[in-house]
């Protein structure tokens, strides 16, 4: 959804290495999320965030930290790097209303060698 | 959480078939998506769909909560149509995504 922008959108880095990934949303929405996805999986939740002052581990957040900047903003940092975190991350938002549907930004692929 | 099953796995098809896909889920939810996985990476919301049936366009979904389950159907499949179909589910804010279905369409 071009509401929803990733930067970057590929990246290769070195084991150890400190990875910022950014999301960015003009839909208004205030509740954003970090998944992630594996070869041949479904996506899986790392981190979810209600709004600016309520942030959220999901399922598989270690090595993992998050910033919400601002309703808008809410970037996906790995402190050090290591080859499993190797994967393709999404960004996604949604409404706070009784709607649920999540739209997805799309996407960036992280290599860590 | 929700366990999600699709089947099947993978689907070939002739371009101009049709074809059904299956999402099994384990709990009620509040919200059910199906999302289509281009060869880019990208998802692409098809459907919102928590209950009903919806279509657009040559897809339409069926969702039958009570008995937990939802179906996508492609008519007069194209080759564009290739790629990952994703079935999401949610009784909260976490989607729990299954296994997806893998669609081949040849020319």
């Known amino acids: 959804d071009a509401d929803v922008t990733q930067t970057p959108r590929n990246r290769i880095t070195k084991t150890g290495k400190r990875i910022m990934l950014e999301c960015s949303q003009t839909?208004?929405?205030?509740?954003m999320y970090w998944y992630r996805q594996d070869p041949g999986l479904g996506l899986r939740l790392i981190y979810y965030?209600?709004?600016?002052?309520?942030?959220n581990k999901g399922e598989i957040s270690d090595g993992y930290s998050v910033s919400r900047q601002a309703q808008a903003k809410f970037s996906l940092s790995l402190e050090s790097a290591i080859p499993n975190q190797t994967a393709l991350y999404f960004c996604?938002?949604?409404?706070?209303?009784?709607?649920?549907?999540?739209?997805f930004g799309p996407g960036t692929r992280l290599t860590v060698l | 959480g929700i366990q999600v099953e699709q089947s099947p796995p993978d689907l070939i098809l002739q371009e101009g078939a049709n074809s059904t896909l299956r999402c099994n889920f384990s709990?009620?939810?509040?919200?059910l998506q199906w999302f289509h996985q281009n060869p880019w990476g990208q998802l692409i919301n098809l459907f919102y769909?928590?209950?009903g049936t919806k279509q657009n366009g040559r897809l339409s979904a069926t969702t039958v909560a009570t008995e937990r389950y939802s179906l996508l159907y492609i008519s007069s499949s194209q080759t564009t149509d290739s790629g990952v179909y994703f079935c999401?589910?949610?009784?909260?804010?976490?989607?729990?995504f299954g296994a997806g279905t893998t669609v081949t369409v040849r020319a």
């Open positions: 996604a938002t949604s409404d706070r209303r009784e709607v649920h549907e999540q739209f």
């Open positions: 839909k208004g929405h205030d509740r």
């Open positions: 965030s209600f709004d600016v002052k309520d942030i």
């Open positions: 709990d009620s939810v509040n919200n």
């Open positions: 769909i928590p209950s």
């Open positions: 999401a589910v949610s009784n909260g804010y976490k989607l729990s």
